[in-house]
């Protein structure tokens, strides 16, 4: 089967702009949950979905939204780019809500802002 | 602050050797969970272990939780090169919505 994918892999896009990312679960994989990983740093939650509701939220800007589809694919959205957003944007998934299994994380979208 | 923190921050050896690396946390958890993460790229999931569990093993993987002084070690045994990667804990916090909350990770270099 195929793993997480994650699209595009890389990214370059200037501040104040806005962006898209897209995630594909693994099948059968009913929660996606997205993270910010900046150079030297843990990944840091963003997002959770499950069933196509959020689930969790972490602590990040209105700029940051996401939503999922009924295919259980995952797209998230950063409005007004600042040079901070620049990071490893990952999307992981699981078949029930992250923490009480195992998360499947895709190989990330590395985004830079100039 | 992150709920956990992973020490030490790098750690060298050489091929052959065994690695521990240790997470502590702040809050009561309901599992936790390490990573592996090679060069800034996904991460791989290693072992979960739950809060009513002590110890648990996976290949050269040894994976120990002490609930009462909120920590956990990881241990590599017999390390390889291809064991070079940052590894990061995850706890999942009691009562909270299942969010994993990662550390800052334990960049460990395994020397051929």
């Known amino acids: 089967d195929a793993g997480v994918t994650q699209s595009p892999t890389h990214l370059i896009k200037t501040r104040g702009q806005q962006v898209t990312l897209r995630c594909s679960p693994i099948s059968g994989h009913k929660s996606v949950s997205w993270y910010q990983q900046v150079l030297g740093q843990g990944p840091q939650f963003i997002f959770q979905y499950y069933e196509k509701e959020e689930r969790g939220r972490g602590n990040f800007p209105d700029r940051f939204s996401a939503r999922q589809f009924p295919n259980y694919s995952s797209e998230l959205n950063v409005n007004a780019l600042l040079l901070g957003d620049s990071a490893l944007y990952l999307c992981?998934?699981?078949?029930?809500?992250?923490?009480?299994?195992?998360?499947?994380f895709g190989p990330g979208t590395r985004l830079t802002v100039t | 602050s992150q709920q956990g923190e992973e020490d030490p921050q790098a750690l060298s050896i050489q091929e052959g050797e065994n690695a521990t690396m240790n997470c502590s946390y702040k809050t009561s958890i309901n599992n936790l969970q390490w990573y592996r993460q090679n060069s800034g790229r996904g991460l791989v999931h290693l072992i979960l272990i739950r809060s009513n569990e002590r110890e648990k093993h996976s290949g050269r993987l040894r994976v120990t939780l002490d609930t009462s002084k909120k920590s956990s070690s990881l241990l590599i045994t017999a390390s390889r090169a291809a064991d070079t990667a940052s590894y990061f804990c995850a706890t999942d916090v009691t009562g909270g919505s299942y969010i994993p909350t990662f550390g800052r990770g334990t960049s460990l270099i395994v020397h051929p």
């Open positions: 992981a998934s699981s078949y029930t809500p992250a923490g009480s299994y195992e998360q499947y």
